[in-house]
């Protein structure tokens, strides 16, 4: 299901948004300018599982400077993996859910609170992947992960509202229009299908982090009520 809008934004352009939104497309088209230095761009700043767990076993251990300097590098690529992707298609897909489910959120918690429960999302979704694959060399690239904590904050804040999608039914395309709470359901059943059915390798084959998707999701739902302002804005006539 593809979604195209929902009834719970009362402004579809935010500012948190917007801008995580442009600085991901921004980042994507430094990567195109990069040409076949890409690769090079995407070992450095993708996270990997394998490199992750190693170094939080170096910094536990409490090492000298020096190791810790080289723990560093893999646990700062948690958050830069996020503002990394691997083709249009993964960027597009990404930043339309986060176009059309982003700005709700922001509005019921403000602009400062959303960036930090945007981040902290994308933080816990990759520990949720290192957890499930600890030893996993596949590195791991995108937004969805953040994205996926900002869907469980919506089904949070906005069970009642309706997500306009476009339905494949047999060979035709159907818009409907869908509740939040079944959308989010459905959305949330698929990606813990899928890792339950690929298991620990799930959280990174066939290039979808089925894991990072399920964690996101349940840190948003858990944090999201928590970063809520006490009192939600009013709505400005449009």
């Known amino acids: 299901m593809i979604p195209f809008c929902d009834s719970s934004a009362p402004r579809r352009l935010t500012p948190i948004n917007s801008l995580l939104i442009l600085f991901n497309f921004a980042i994507f088209g430094y990567e195109i300018s990069l040409g076949p230095r890409v690769e090079g761009f995407v070992a450095r700043y993708a996270m990997v599982p394998e490199r992750v767990a190693g170094s939080a076993r170096v910094l536990d251990r409490f090492a000298a400077p020096g190791a810790w300097n080289h ?105 409907v229009e869908v509740p939040a709470v079944l959308y989010l359901l459905l959305w949330f059943a698929v990606q813990l299908y899928a890792g339950l059915r690929e298991g620990p390798q799930g959280s990174v084959a066939g290039g979808v982090a089925w894991w990072a998707h399920v964690g996101g999701f349940l840190f948003g739902v858990g944090l999201g009520p928590l970063m809520a302002r006490s009192e939600p804005p009013r709505r400005r006539p449009r």
């Open 71 to 175: 723990a560093l590098a893999p646990i700062l690529s948690i958050v830069t993996s996020m503002f990394v992707h691997g083709g249009i298609l993964h960027l597009a897909g990404n930043m339309l859910y986060l176009f059309i489910f982003g700005a709700a959120v922001e509005w019921r918690m403000g602009s400062r609170r959303f960036l930090l429960f945007y981040i902290a999302s994308g933080i816990a979704a990759a520990i949720a992947t290192v957890l499930i694959s600890p030893e996993s060399e596949v590195p791991v690239i995108g937004a969805s992960g953040a994205i996926a904590g900002v869907l469980g904050a919506y089904f949070i804040f906005y069970p009642r509202g309706r997500i306009t999608t476009a339905l494949p039914v047999f060979v035709f395309i159907q818009i």
